[in-house]
């Protein structure tokens, strides 16, 4: 079946870095695009970027342009997101993932927290 499972969260301080990694399992993960949403406590879950499956196209919330980078390896079924300058905004959990077919799936998230 399906499974995405998200690493690399954590606490930081404000300005400091984290990468996130997401490993996929059960599709065919080199055909898809890949996807970061996260969501803050009280809001609704919002876009973070997106991946081409070839890996040379990215799209990204117009708040984490320049701070934020979406990667992939397709050889370790893998898609990261290397996270730097964070703000205190940037406080959520982080969630992959991909469309199959008509449906959405997503990883069990990690945790991000910004704070001094």
């Known amino acids: 079946q399906v499974q995405l499972v998200e690493s690399g969260g954590g606490l930081v301080q404000p300005g400091g870095s984290l990468r996130l990694s997401c490993v996929a399992s059960?599709?065919?993960?080199?055909?898809?695009?890949m996807k970061w949403y996260r969501q803050a406590p009280g809001k609704e879950r919002e876009f973070v970027a997106r991946i081409s499956w070839s890996g040379d196209i990215t799209y990204y919330q117009d708040s984490v342009k320049g701070r934020l980078t979406i990667s992939r390896d397709n050889a370790k079924n893998t898609v990261y997101l290397q996270m730097n300058s964070l703000k205190p905004e940037d406080t959520a959990v982080y969630f992959c993932g991909v469309v199959l077919g008509k449906s959405d799936y997503w990883g069990q998230g990690t945790q991000v927290t910004v704070s001094s």
């Open positions: 059960g599709f065919s993960f080199s055909g898809k695009a």
